[in-house]
């Protein structure tokens, strides 16, 4: 089965420690990004890649890193300059998938949920 | 600024009758719009997308109405059902690159 797979479900950071989350996808799309919930809020993008060994910055970049090694993966590591990191955390690509009748669309993983000890 | 927005934070409907779902942009320039749905702790589930060059997609229960004058667009549902209930975001895009999503609306179906 193709999709996007986010570990881990839940994570706990304490202070002034970098955490990496995990996001890797299997349909072979090109762009991959990251956003951020925040309890009532949309999703807000962090980091977006658009192919292979390059990424761009999103809304709210600060206190993130990415890297874009390979196509499948994804990683977001929260660092210690990220004074506020507690929220939900999705990986999503973009491209076609679905077989038969498919269409360009943002798969999403099925989360991360970050806290702070 | 927010690019997307949907403006009802909340909506209740009863079963079987039609849910509306409203969502409102700023950018001119978006070509591609998006409905999910999403529950709790999860991630969202694509329902429906709409190009600029419709005014209307339909699939199954769900139509995506896309007015591009008033910068709008408006998921129906027909007939709603409980397990719709869920919150529905709004997304839109230029060439494909970045993703705007609104702030979602929960729906909530009354059996």
């Known amino acids: 089965d193709g999709g996007i797979t986010q570990s881990p479900k839940y994570l706990f950071r304490k202070e002034g420690q970098n955490v990496t989350l995990s996001c890797e996808q299997n349909?072979?799309?090109?762009?991959m990004y990251w956003y951020r919930q925040d309890p009532g809020q949309g999703l807000r993008l962090i980091y977006y890649s658009q192919i292979v060994n390059d990424f761009q910055k999103g809304d709210i970049a600060e206190g993130y890193s990415v890297s874009r090694e390979k196509k499948e993966s994804f990683p977001l590591t929260v660092t210690s300059a990220q004074k506020n990191p507690t929220a939900f955390y999705l990986c999503?690509?973009?491209?076609?998938?679905?077989?038969?009748?498919?269409?360009?669309?943002?798969?999403f993983g099925a989360g991360t949920r970050l806290s702070v000890l | 600024d927010q690019q997307v927005k949907q403006n009802s934070p909340s909506l209740s409907v009863q079963e079987g009758r039609i849910s509306i779902l409203n969502c409102d942009y700023t950018?001119?320039?978006?070509?591609?719009f998006l409905w999910y749905k999403k529950y709790p702790a999860e991630g969202p589930t694509f329902l429906i997308s709409?190009?600029?060059?419709?005014d209307k997609n339909e699939d199954g229960r769900f139509t995506v109405f896309l007015n591009k004058s008033a910068k709008h667009l408006s998921l129906h549902i027909v007939p709603s059902q409980p397990g719709d209930s869920a919150v529905y975001f709004c997304a839109a895009s230029e060439n494909g690159n970045q993703f705007y999503f609104g702030t979602g609306t929960s729906l909530t179906v009354i059996p």
């Open positions: 709409i190009s600029s060059i419709k």
């Open positions: 950018n001119s320039m978006f070509d591609y």
């Open positions: 349909l072979n799309h090109d762009a």
């Open positions: 999503a690509s973009f491209g076609l998938a679905g077989g038969p009748g498919a269409k360009n669309i943002q798969y």
